[in-house]
């Protein structure tokens, strides 16, 4: 999500002001804060149960739970973004389907997992520009091609 915020005051959807001041005191003003509180507060919540699970604390986690549902009303699911989701997940099942067809030129297939796991795992760990510059090399003609 906190990704997405910064797309978002980027595109100038939202601005970092209008997210709800309390859950802005409770896990942070910027990007930076935010990601420090939520990853410290699962450090500390995971040690206070001696490593029975990996949890948050309440405060964080209503708080957490708060910025989803902001994101939702106010990102998500409005249709300037939603058809940007559209177009990202066409890139990201083709991206997929090549991945999956053509493991040898990205995956170290070497271990048990499935073709697929590793596709997924692959695609999930780029970046969007990454993303973007694959998709551009594998799909779309070279300027000069036309």
Known sequence: M??????????GIIREDDIPKEIRSTLGKTTGA??????????????????????????????????RKYMFENMYLIP???GE??????????L?????????????TSG??????LAIDFIAGMTDRYALNLYSKLFLPRPWVS
């Open 2 to 11: 906190n990704h997405d915020i910064d797309d978002g005051i980027r595109a």
């Open 112 to 117: 048990d997992e499935q073709v697929e796991r």
């Open 34 to 67: 935010r990601i420090d509180r939520m990853v410290r507060d699962v450090i500390d919540a995971t040690l206070a149960c001696d490593y029975e699970a990996i949890m948050m604390t309440r405060e964080p986690l209503e708080a957490l739970e708060a910025l």
């Open 85 to 94: 989701f559209e177009k990202a997940q066409k890139i990201l099942t083709a």
């Open 96 to 108: 997929f389907e090549h991945v999956v067809a053509h493991p040898e030129e990205f995956l170290d």
């Open 80 to 82: 300037e973004i939603r």
